[in-house]
């Protein structure tokens, strides 16, 4: 792109400073939209199993909003509109996971929700795997 070419010497000598701009561009490209919710009467510590994923794992280009039924999700969709008429479904904490305001099936299983994320696990003594979140090019 145009930017690209008209930044590339200061990009030479200092790629660090443009790590925001990196970030931008991964997140313009598509990010996954995750939206936890949790039955209204539960707590911060609920979440734990569904954000354990995350915390495993690289996921960078994603916007996270949690919240819990009831009023404290009417003011989260406030926010971030996403997060509202999703119901934490048989009372339990819910993941959604997103992309372009389009939703893949509600889930409770954190492992369900680390595949739909697109995490791909690989064993070192392995090949490297392959799949869709590889890119070509050169």
């Known amino acids: 792109s145009r930017l690209l070419s008209s930044i590339s010497a200061e990009l030479g000598r200092s790629p660090e400073s443009f790590s925001e701009l ?13 939206v936890l919710v949790g039955p209204e009467t539960a707590d911060a ?3 734990a199993p569904m954000l354990e994923p995350l915390r495993r794992n690289l996921v960078t280009a994603r916007v996270l909003a949690m919240t819990f ?8 969709s406030e926010l971030v509109s996403l997060a509202g008429r999703k119901p ?3 009372g339990r904490v819910t993941a ?10 509600p889930t409770n299983d954190p ?10 696990r690989w064993n070192p003594s392995q090949d490297p ?3 869709p979140r590889e890119r070509g090019g050169s």
């Open 111 to 120: 492992g369900v929700f680390e595949s739909q994320l697109g995490i791909v």
């Open 22 to 34: 990196l970030l931008a561009f991964e997140l313009r490209s598509g990010a996954k939209e995750i």
């Open 45 to 47: 510590a609920s979440l």
């Open 69 to 76: 039924e009831g009023d404290r999700q009417r003011r989260t």
């Open 96 to 105: 959604y996971v997103c992309e372009a305001r389009l939703c893949q099936l």
């Open 129 to 131: 795997p392959t799949g």
């Open 88 to 90: 934490a479904r048989r």
